[in-house]
């Protein structure tokens, strides 16, 4: 059974109309090339009817007339409805309290949905060249934006929102604070690709055929070959790095374990990797260069080896100096002391044998024989042997050869 319809003309009151053999009329004179004729759809009580329009027809003249495809007034009514400027629809469904708003003009379409309290939940928009489209709710937000030449979407929630925008060269993936600061973001462009955020998580294997790392803190390492210079790794902090080959201008670490450790300069447990200061060869010293050092045996038979107490001037050896050179003999520019017998020659030296020759020459009281105050050791024995030397005077010593004492 078909219902009342409402018709407004402009923003006369709403009339209603009753149908006559299921045919709705109505007579109006037009005020403008920019009138509005308003339908409205109408319920007897809580009972919802359909009506549903067939033909639409707008005649000129003062009675109406039998319905005609726009054939005898097809060009009047033509021009009528080319000088439509806006035609509004509107759909209620009063169980779920929500209503819908369509909008057509010559500039585009407008469709929205709202709830009975008129908020907007749905809105789109389509004009030429662009299609606008938004979705909310009382504490989330959607919205997309396409234009020939962009696609862009954006969620907004409560405190941050995420933004999808993609060009014909560029593609962002971002999200950002209320203020509208990035917070973090992937932008691809023919440039290449930039990735930022305050965390960055990439699990699974992954595959960097270069890389320009400022600061890198990592668990574990494994590399063929990791460098260490102004341009590839500034820093590297690691509880571990397991590599073939790692160059580095510093590496500072509490456990070094390796099958081969090869340097050339450093401090390792407070000894002193270096250079020989004649360019030949490379030495191990302490803090003080001079105070104890370990050559590594080039630069010839009387290089030195083994220093101790040098001195202040590397082509001098001190008052004090002691050294080994790499032919095996010992310099003592020091008093040495024997605290057990030494072997010379395969014969033996000891305090008991020292105390027999000092004997045999320290003077006895009545006799005529000088005192013997301190005694010495040489190496200007027989045969290059050595020999104990007595002083008995201001300046004045006797030299005994050690095969002599016995």
Do not use: C
């Not at 409560?158 to 560029?170: L, M």
């Not at 930022?196 to 890198?216: R, V």
């Not at 310099?331 to 057990?340: A, G, M, R, S």
């Not at 045969?383 to 002599?404: A, C, M, R, Y």
């Amino acid at each position: 059974m078909a219902g009342l319809i409402q018709v407004q003309h402009n923003d006369k009151p709403a009339l209603y109309l009753s149908p006559v053999d299921g045919r709705y009329t109505y007579r109006f004179k037009p005020e403008s090339p920019t009138d509005t004729l308003t339908l409205y759809n109408n319920s007897d009580w809580n009972i919802k009817r359909d009506n549903i329009l067939t033909h639409l027809m707008l005649k000129h003249g003062k009675e109406p007339g039998e319905y005609v495809p726009n054939e005898s007034e097809a060009s009047r009514v033509q021009q009528v409805w080319q000088n439509f400027q806006e035609l509004q629809r509107s759909m209620e469904d009063r169980e779920r309290g929500l209503q819908v708003l369509i909008r057509e003009t010559a500039s585009g379409i407008l469709e929205k949905f709202v709830d009975s309290q008129g908020n907007l939940l749905t809105d789109r928009a389509t004009i030429a060249g662009q299609i606008l489209e938004r979705v909310k709710s009382d504490t989330n937000e959607s919205i997309r934006k396409q234009l020939p030449g962009l696609i862009s979407e954006e969620v907004i929630g409560e405190s941050t929102r995420s933004i999808i925008s993609q060009s014909g060269d560029n593609i962002l993936l971002g999200l950002k604070n209320k203020m509208g600061d990035l917070m973090a973001q992937l932008n691809l462009t023919p440039n290449g690709v930039y990735l930022k955020g305050s965390k960055i998580y990439l699990d699974g294997d992954t595959h960097i055929e270069n890389a320009f790392i400022k600061k890198m803190l990592t668990e574990r390492i494994d590399a063929q070959t990791v460098k260490s210079f102004v341009g590839l790794f500034n820093r590297v902090i690691a509880n571990e790095i397991v590599a073939d080959s790692v160059t580095a201008n510093i590496i500072r670490s509490r456990v070094v374990t390796a099958d081969s450790l090869q340097g050339y300069q450093g401090l390792i447990g407070g000894f002193r990797l270096g250079t020989h200061p004649d360019g030949v060869g490379n030495w191990i010293t302490g803090e003080n260069q001079f105070a104890i050092g370990i050559g590594d045996g080039r630069g010839g038979p009387k290089r030195t080896a083994i220093w101790v107490n040098w001195g202040r001037r590397w082509n001098e050896a001190g008052t004090g100096a002691w050294w080994i050179t790499n032919d095996g003999i010992m310099h003592v520019n020091n008093i040495p002391e024997f605290h057990q017998w030494i072997n010379i020659g395969g014969q033996r030296l000891d305090r008991f044998g020292a105390e027999r020759a000092q004997s045999g020459v320290m003077s006895k009281q009545g006799e005529s024989y000088n005192r013997v105050t301190e005694i010495g050791w040489r190496n200007n024995g027989k045969n290059g042997g050595s020999q104990v030397g007595f002083k008995t005077g201001l300046n004045s010593w006797v030299w005994i050869d050690i095969t002599e004492v016995g």
